[in-house]
């Protein structure tokens, strides 16, 4: 039931997206790949930190091996595209599974640590054979529309679509995985481990599989950002990358795959919105250059002031009072008088679990 | 559990409705028109009857920033001179630059944005091998001119592949060779170690020096990469091997890093640096600013006296030049906060190369003419060496004068070098002559 809900939902997104990318110019049409890649990422992480409880670092690390196994798998073995992003999603998932491992065994900032350095050292490892991974220069990665759309398809339409396509199948995975079982244990086991246990949940294991699941979102997303981009280098998944993918969830609203889209959007549109600005009002090149570094900072700032649990927190926040006003919409929003999230949660974890109370993943 | 999911569509609602009205923002390039009449068209994407729209990446924070942040402003300068001289058969040129961050992956959604969104006539002068590759076959697919990328790479020079794409600096195979020649002729039998870039930068530049010393000289070969400032391991390496001569193909913050981790090391070789990486006004402040990051006082000048390099451009102490005298007069008078530099040189020149292919485009030239104009060829106006360009060949400059800084200042000696980019062909002195600016600054 929830699943044809979902699947319902999502046909309805994929319509008005493939409306859109009509109607937008091929840099906007750029632009929703790129968010669309994000949002894929995001909402891994997302469900990983929001859900499970554990903290990633590294999740650019993982972006960085989807990348380059599609990369390597398009240019030397000429697999067809569906092939070449699934095997990038269980490329990466086997990574994932490895540093879940090592990850179930640690916690809180001993797990950002080693995550950490998982982000710092991998994108390095692409140096140590040029010859395979193109050092510095990376690979370039070509693909071309499909015949079928004939061949003056705009291939930014193509690629928006193929983006947005893949972020609403993992979003309805996901969807319906934090619903099911293995996302209420998730939930119980990063809320208490103690107790998780004592309810007979293996927690080790269900930390292992976040990972996996988690480092998969990551892989795919590394694999449609290398066919966005055409170009998979160590210079695009470096540390920053990892932070922003971190901030992306936390601006959204942790666990909350809604979030993942806001934060998606905030990561993409924000820096080249400023950059324009800064143009526009005739900043000099070297302060114009910096604001968007800044900008980001800003925005994290307030949002984390205004909002503690994320766009999408605040977006219901705000959404409740008025549609406990109008006796129609009384009934949606029953919750609130039970409901926890009038008083704003006073850290981000206690936040996260209150959306996960209310299933607002 | 089921509230969540109507909360989402309103999200996706709004979502739509930004995107919607962001679209609203979108814009449609000119179509081309015959060329032949005399009003001014919107004869291609870019271009108006009042402007003409270019579009470039650059470094303009990050690790190759320092000191190549100031091209795209020089560019800038000379268009803003232009402009106030008439203009481009009377179009003012916008020059919109982007910071790219000598990251490929940024590189393309710059790009991307300056094709798609700003409808740019032409990419010019985009900076970096790594990163301007990973557009080059985006901006040749989409028939978008791509002049006078400001990287040396012999990569620019393939028509057959790469139709729309031009070199301009001196290649860094020719540079090479003619560094190479110079070492073979005054440091015969001494001990050569290489340092250099790991990627086409570095490699074309050892290509060509290795077409002129000989191997038994050369006692080792360090390479760096430009995200890792941590060059103390090559250093040592170049020390243990004994190098009398260091060789160096690197970006300036990399020349310096080479120079204070051998100070470090009291490692004092015969340094002969590339000239990206040899301006001595930037490597200078970059020793200071760096060494004062590690609590020393050091003398920029001081460091780089005595460095060998090259330079396909006139010596910047030339004061007498008249090319010289006319950059600087632009450079005094719209970025006078700018140091007058070989950054700044060589921002102001590659513009003024610019203009010369626009004028001889046509007065409503498609994206076409831009591209058969420099095929056929471009007078030699700032460079000291003629330019290579043909149908066949989309490399730029083919010389160069070996230098000495002294000073803070390059020193020319010897003559002006030209060569090939082929390992056997000779070094030959030019015997043309150097033709001078002229009086009103415009080509």
């Known amino acids: ?361 | 559990m089921n509230r969540s999911h109507r909360a989402g569509l309103p999200a996706t609602a709004a979502v739509a409705a930004i995107a919607l009205a962001l679209s609203a923002c979108g814009s449609s390039g000119g179509s081309s028109s015959s060329s032949s009449s005399s009003a001014l068209t919107a004869s291609a994407p870019g271009i108006t009857a009042k402007t003409i729209t270019i579009g470039s990446h650059q470094p303009l924070t990050g690790v190759a920033a320092p000191g190549y942040d100031e091209i795209a402003p020089a560019s800038n300068a000379y268009f803003d001179y232009v402009d106030a001289h008439g203009g481009i058969y009377g179009r003012k040129i916008v020059y919109k630059f982007l910071n790219d961050q000598y990251n490929p992956a940024d590189t393309v959604s710059v790009v991307k944005q300056l094709v798609l969104q700003d409808n740019v006539y032409a990419i010019f002068d985009g900076l970096g091998t790594p990163t301007h590759l990973a557009v080059a076959p985006f901006l040749n697919s989409e028939k978008v001119p791509d002049v006078f990328v400001a990287s040396g790479c012999e990569c620019w020079n393939n028509p057959a592949q790469w139709p729309e794409t031009f070199g301009w600096q001196l290649d860094y195979v020719r540079e090479g060779k003619i560094l190479g020649s110079y070492i073979k002729k005054h440091f015969a039998g001494q001990k050569i170690g290489y340092f250099y870039q790991d990627d086409e930068f570095g490699k074309d530049g050892v290509k060509g020096l290795d077409d002129e010393i000989p191997a038994a000289d050369v006692v080792s070969r360090q390479s760096y990469d430009p995200t890792n400032i941590n060059v103390g391991p090559q250093v040592a390496a170049l020390k243990a091997a004994g190098a009398k001569v260091v060789v160096s193909f690197s970006v300036p913050a990399f020349s310096a890093l080479l120079k204070l981790n051998s100070l470090k090391l009291g490692f004092s070789p015969t340094y002969v640096v590339s000239d990206v990486g040899a301006d001595p006004i930037t490597l200078a402040g970059l020793l200071e600013a760096y060494a004062k990051q590690g609590g020393a006082k050091v003398s920029g000048n001081a460091l780089t006296q005595g460095i060998i390099t090259d330079g396909y451009l006139p010596t910047l102490g030339d004061t007498g030049n008249s090319w010289i005298a006319l950059f600087k007069k632009i450079h005094d008078q719209y970025i006078p906060k700018l140091p007058f530099d070989g950054n700044v040189l060589f921002g102001e020149a590659v513009a003024y190369t610019f203009v010369q292919a626009m004028l001889k485009a046509g007065r409503n030239p498609t994206r076409e003419d831009l591209v058969k104009a420099i095929q056929s060829g471009l007078p030699q106006g700032p460079a000291v060496a003629p330019y290579a360009y043909s149908a066949s060949v989309h490399s730029g400059m083919t010389g160069a004068y070996i230098g000495v800084i002294k000073n803070g200042t390059i020193v020319q000696e010897g003559p002006v070098l030209t060569t090939t980019t082929a390992p056997t062909s000779a070094i030959t002195p030019y015997t043309g002559s150097a033709p001078a600016a002229p009086a009103s600054g415009m080509p």
Not at chain 1, 127 to 132: A, E, K
Not at chain 1, 149 to 167: E, I, K, S, V
Not at chain 1, 306 to 335: K, N, S, T
Request: glycine share 10%; with cysteine.
């Open chain 1, 1 to 361: 039931m929830t699943l044809l809900r979902h699947l319902a939902a999502a046909i309805v997104v994929a319509l008005v997206l493939v409306l859109l990318t009509v109607r937008l110019d091929a840099f906007r049409d750029y632009q929703m790949a790129e968010v669309a890649c994000y949002v894929v990422a995001v909402a891994g992480l997302t469900a990983l930190v929001g859900l499970s409880g554990q903290i990633s670092l590294g999740h650019g690390a993982f972006m960085a091996i989807g990348a380059y196994s599609a990369a390597l798998l398009l240019l030397h073995l000429h697999w067809p595209l569906p092939a070449v992003l699934a095997a990038a999603a269980v490329i990466t998932a086997a990574s994932g599974a490895v540093v879940g491992v090592a990850a179930a065994r640690l916690r809180g900032p001993y797990l950002a640590g080693a995550t950490l350095l998982l982000a710092v050292a991998l994108p390095s490892l692409a140096l140590s054979d040029p010859s395979l991974f193109g050092g510095d220069q990376g690979l370039s990665v070509v693909t071309s529309t499909p015949a079928f759309l004939g061949p003056t398809f705009p291939p930014t339409r193509w690629q928006a679509w193929l983006t947005c396509g893949c972020a609403l199948i993992t979003l309805v995975l996901l969807a319906n995985l934090a619903r099911s079982r293995v996302g209420r244990s998730w939930r119980a086991a990063g809320d208490d481990e103690v107790a998780a246990a004592l309810a007979g949940l293996n927690v080790a294991r269900l930390r292992v599989l976040a990972f996996v699941v988690s480092a998969a979102c990551a892989g795919l997303a590394g694999a449609l950002l290398a066919i966005t981009t055409s170009i998979v280098s160590p210079g695009a998944f470096t540390i920053t990358l990892s932070v922003a993918l971190l901030t992306g969830a936390v601006l959204g609203g942790l666990g909350s795959l809604a979030g993942a889209v806001w934060g998606s959007l905030v990561l993409v549109l924000v820096p080249t919105y400023v950059m324009d600005v800064a143009a526009s009002h005739g900043l000099s090149s070297s302060a114009g250059s910096n604001i968007p570094v800044a900008a980001y900072g800003v925005v994290l700032v307030v949002v984390m002031l205004l909002f503690p649990d994320g766009i999408q927190g605040g977006l219901v926040r705000l959404y409740r009072p008025v549609a406990a006003r109008v006796p129609a919409w009384r009934g949606l929003a029953r919750r609130k008088t039970t409901g926890p999230a009038t008083a704003p949660a006073p850290q981000p974890r206690a936040s996260a679990s209150e959306h996960q109370e209310e299933g607002s993943i």
